[in-house]
């Protein structure tokens, strides 16, 4: 994209899986009118952009990854008059609203797939990706081939799920004859297929989109990805056009494809991405043997992802922003034992980094996976990280007024858990000091999405982790002590600052040493 829509500049996401945010007509699953009662509270925490999950007509075998018809609200969550009032209510309270975009494949449902699995040749027949009965593909990279079962015989190809036939985008290197090659008409078709979506959506009002899987358009696809690069160029070029100030946010995990490609942003996240896994500890929740860097042991180290971001703030200089996320619906939620200090330590973190971060719903009040549930609509491992939302201490903590075995996915049993409630009430909480932060953050120039970014210390196995983030106006130093330990960093020059958020025992400044106390987060400002 050429153009980078102003807005993310400031922007703040919040990330809703609607299925279990709040459930306002008592069917145990949340809807839209659920979302836009807590407007004022997700505004009030000082978010002012939403990613909403798929909430489109789908038969939820992946939780609306697959959908069935992209211009139908789900009637679980709603109508097209409840998502019309979502976006109003929304651009009143200036805020910006991202649907999810599922762009690489549909349900098998989708009356476009119907139609290509017929036997009869029409318009949709090479909508997706079609082989004989016998021939093999060897080289999908994601997914695999499924047999068609009635109508057309052969087998098509698919993303995720064998219910989620992949759309045909083509191949970069044609090695078979029923393979079509990247920007043949057919490839083209699907491609303009996917604009006509996101005009609709846009023109609704919609901010942009989320998209699934952005890299995995064309198959068999070299490094570098280039036929797939092409296609997004060509939406984008449409998006410059038609709808300047829409942007969207690619799950690629690789700044430097995904912003040739023209995404504002990408995902900074497990896949791909060298740092992500030294950082944080999104790994089995009951497994806390690993040595994140954010961890109270201290064992971890934050030089490789320091080295990373480094690299792909350079390599993606001006064109887009990477995004963090505090979690998401496809990884776990952050071990069940976690202090709420080290909660607060990455929040800081987080939120004093480049680009347009994202937070997942109820991280803000540190809501814990729940363990050992059956999985829901295609959730496998991931069903305990998307439990419903934790408001208060009202039956079923306030999401729905649902009998509880009605419940989209059961609730998070423990009596000490979370909520909203009582985390507005402790000016010491993690949603307090998540309020803080991004106020923070919304008021210092240098904590921009496109601001400055320097490390100044971030070694081997060593603590803390202190960077600079600076623009014309402001610089500010932040160090980061997740460790239950005293540490201190040498920054080698002469520092003049003052401290303008500090949090646990902070961090004092002696020459060009900064010492920071157990367990602690602290900005400074320089003194110019
Ligand atoms: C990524 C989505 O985030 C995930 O939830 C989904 O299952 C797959 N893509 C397939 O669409």
Sequence with gaps: MKHLAKWLDDALFYEIYPQSYLDTNSDGIGDLNGVIEKLDYINGLGFNAIWLNPCFDSPFCDAGYDVRDYKKIAPRYGTMEDMQRLIDEMHSRGMHLFLDLVAGHTSEEHEWFKASKSSADNEFSDRYIWAGEDDVFKNAGIGGMAKNTEGRKGKYHYNFFTVQPSLNFGFAEVTAPWQTPAGSPAAKRTTEAIK??????????????????????VKAEKEGRAGTIAVWQDIFAMMDEEFPECAMVSEWGNARESSLAGFPM???MQMNSLGFGDMFDYGDPEDVDGTPFFSEKGEGNAAVFAKDITRLLSENAGRGYLSFITGNHDIHRRPRCLPDAQ????????????????????????MREVLDLDPVEGSMYRTGARTPMQWSSAENAGFSQADE????????SDKNRPT????LADSDSILNFVKSILAFRKANPALKASAGTEFLFAQEDTYPLVYRRFCAEQSL???????DRAVSADISRELRLKPVFVFGGGAQVNASKIEMQPQSFAIFEEIR
Excluded: H
Aim: contains cysteine; glycine residues 8%; aromatic residues 20%.
């Design 196 to 217: 006509d979506i996101i005009r609709f959506w846009c023109l609704k009002g919609v901010d942009g989109f989320r998209v699934d899987m952005a890299y995995s358009l």
């Design 266 to 268: 990408d995902f900074y």
């Design 343 to 366: 909660f607060k330590i990455t929040y800081g973190f987080i939120y004093t980094m480049p680009g347009v971060p994202f937070m997942y719903y109820g991280d803000e009040i540190g």
């Design 405 to 412: 075995d009605e419940l989209y996915i059961p609730l998070d």
């Design 420 to 423: 909203v409630e009582q985390q």
């Design 477 to 483: 130093i932040v160090a980061v002590n997740p460790a």
